[in-house]
Structures are given as structure tokens and as C-alpha cells.
């Protein structure tokens, strides 16, 4: 991807936060820690499977993109509460406390186009996450619900704008952001379905971050 394309994919990146969080989101909501009272943010775990799993990115970078996701995301009311596990070459983010299906989505997509990171030549990080899905997620639909899914997007995108899910039986998905788009079926998915390999019950002694 050359620098005009990069240029172009920032600007599209800030439309789509707009579009996500709001057209009161700006640069300087990126940088707002401010947070509801700690009164009503979350404090009994949530059992669930949301996992995302990064490689070749800097531990400093990939921290930027949490806190620039929470600071969109956490203004009013905690969303998102995103736990970082630091292994030796990956690493692993897991939601104590839960998060929407369409708000997983979202994180995915910003963690791979974060802003002005992905201007930086070295930001390129490579990210599958993955789920079992339920009927009260958004943008479900039959061939998608009730099974476990591999969220991804492919190095060559230049929408920004969507994600790509391939089902545990190898159906393929474009999970759009726009109205409309939600869930294009593919005559065959991007990526083949790929089982997480990690057991995080067997994750003990790592450095482990949260943010809110």
C-alpha cells in the first residue's frame, strides 16, 4: 500500500469512527480519558469466548490503538474493558466483562486501521479474532448463528470499513459497517476457518494490561 492509499485509508478510518461513535467524535475524543463514574463500570467477569489474537505489531503501538478504541467507546458508559495478554511473539486480548458482537467488530477493524497509526510504514499488524455466535448477536443471520466464527480482515483490503468472518463449516461473510452491508455472503470466504491455538485457561504467569 503506497502513502496516497495509506492517506486515503486515514480519511476513511475517521469517517467510519464518525459513523461508529457519533458525529461529535474527533481528534480530540481519541484522546479523552474521561470516564462515567467508576460506580457503574463493570466488576463481576462474564463468561464468554471473545478473543483476539495480534501479531507483528509493537507492544507500543498496539497499546495506542486499545486506548484510542476505549477513549471512542468508554465517554459515556463502559463498553468496551479489553484485557491484553503479552505472550512471547503474539499478542492475546480478551473482555472480562463481555462485549457486543457489532462493538468486537468494530475493534477488529480499528485495531488493524488505527488512527494516524496507519500511517506509520511498520503498523502493519496481522489480527484474527474469534467467537461462538448466539442468536442475540447483531447482523446474525441462519448460516451464521450458533456457530463458532473467525473474524479477519485480509492484508489486501482498501474499504476500511468491514471485516471478513468465515463460520467453523467454511461459509464466508463481508461484515459491512454501512446500512445494508452487514452480511454479504461470499461464494467462498476469504480466509478457510482456523481453530484458536491457544488454551487461554493454561495463560497464568503472563503480563496481562487492562484498559477501560
Known sequence: MNKTFLIIGAIVVIGMVIFKFGTKSTDSDLK??????????????????????????????LKIAIE????????????????????????????PYDI???QFCFFVNYIKYAHELILKPDYKPDIKAWCTTETTFTWMTDE???????????????????????????LGFKMGFALGEENKRLIKPELQFEKI???LSTITSNEKLDFE
Do not use: A
Open 144 to 170: 451464521i448463528v450458533n456457530k463458532k466464527v473467525m473474524i479477519y480482515i485480509p492484508n489486501w483490503d482498501q474499504e476500511y470499513d468491514n471485516v471478513y468472518l468465515t463460520t467453523q463449516d467454511n
Open 68 to 95: 484510542q478504541f476505549c477513549n471512542l467507546s468508554n465517554q459515556d458508559e463502559f463498553i468496551v474493558l479489553p484485557r491484553l495478554i503479552i505472550l512471547d511473539n503474539k499478542f492475546v486480548i480478551t473482555f
Open 100 to 102: 457486543r458482537f457489532d
Open 197 to 199: 491455538n491457544i488454551e
Open 32 to 61: 479523552n480519558t474521561l470516564r462515567p463514574n467508576n460506580s457503574i463500570k463493570p466488576t463481576s467477569f462474564i463468561k464468554n469466548d471473545k478473543v483476539v489474537i495480534v501479531k507483528n505489531v509493537k507492544l507500543e503501538y
